[in-house]
């Protein structure tokens, strides 16, 4: 069974930190551009960070830049999203998946199989 599995998230203070990892099963990451995604309550899902399949290449939305790091480690099978100074509207469950990175913007969740989301991990910013 092929499958992207989201864990780190939880309940963290304004100014806190996380690191979201993605792991796969069944199947090789290396091969693969991956994306993190999110998605608030009530809103749409966005893209938030993309990395190429060797590394080399990162993209992030405007509103975490500077915030957030996405890192790849294939010989775990493993891609992370190192998130800092954390705001509350980071609040959202966040998914990852392969995708197609965008050239100077986030991934776009349309190119996304809808088959492919996973629950997600819950990241909680909060007083």
């Known amino acids: 069974q092929f499958a992207l599995v989201e864990s780190g998230g939880g309940l963290v203070q304004p100014g806190g930190s996380l690191r979201l990892s993605c792991v796969a099963s069944?199947?090789?990451?290396?091969?693969?551009?991956i994306g993190w995604f999110r998605q608030a309550p009530g809103k749409e899902r966005e893209g938030v960070s993309c990395i190429s399949r060797s590394g080399s290449s990162t993209t992030y939305a405007d509103s975490v830049k500077g915030r957030f790091t996405i890192s790849r480690d294939n010989a775990r099978n493993t891609v992370y999203l190192q998130m800092n100074t954390l705001k509350p509207e980071d609040t959202a469950n966040y998914y990852c998946?392969?995708?197609?990175?965008?050239?100077?913007?986030?991934?776009?969740?349309?190119?996304?199989?809808?088959?492919?989301w996973g629950q997600g991990t819950q990241v909680t910013v909060s007083s």
């Open positions: 069944g199947f090789s990451l290396e091969p693969n551009a």
């Open positions: 998946a392969t995708t197609v990175c965008i050239a100077g913007g986030p991934p776009d969740p349309r190119h996304v199989p809808f088959e492919s």
